[in-house]
């Protein structure tokens, strides 16, 4: 079977593509870390918070199996959205957690136990109760109105 000189370059071209896919994957990996937000700990709680941008996300989402509670903020329409501040309390009624500015996702490792979440946004307030067992991670979407 002959090969046309066009047909040729083509296929050379693919097979350099598949070639190189593994590695160009690599190295995307690779760079991701330099997109990770900072990794902040508060009264022995982790948390993390980010996710502007495709690169800042994807990076974020590659540490997902650290945390027990996921936290995503979006508006009406889908978009993500940050600025967010956060609350935290314990059945106690105790201030377990306080962030402010965060992104459009929260990542955050609790202890076992029923929390309050309280969410401020644009003097938008929004509330929801969760409970962490070490069995699961727990993910909360927020949807905030336009």
């Not at 982790?46 to 199996?65: D, F, I, P, Q």
């Not at 644009?122 to 927020?142: A, C, F, P, W």
């Amino acid at each position: 079977m002959e090969i046309n000189g066009k047909l040729k370059g083509i296929l050379v071209a693919c097979l350099l593509v598949m070639m190189a896919s593994p590695a160009l994957a690599r190295e995307n990996r690779d760079n991701s870390s330099q997109f990770l937000p900072k990794v902040i700990q508060q009264d022995g709680i982790t948390y993390t918070t980010g996710g502007y941008g495709l690169n800042e996300r994807h990076a974020l989402e590659s540490t997902v199996k650290q945390y027990n509670l996921i936290v995503s903020n979006a508006d009406k329409k889908g978009e993500f959205t940050g600025d967010i501040e956060f609350l935290v309390t314990n059945k106690g009624k105790h201030e377990t957690l306080t962030v402010k500015d965060a992104g459009p996702l929260l990542y955050a490792k609790l202890p076992a136990g029923n929390y309050v979440i309280k969410a401020v946004s644009n003097h938008k307030k929004l509330e929801r109760t969760v409970s962490i067992t070490g069995k699961k991670q727990d993910r909360m979407y927020l949807i905030w109105p336009s």
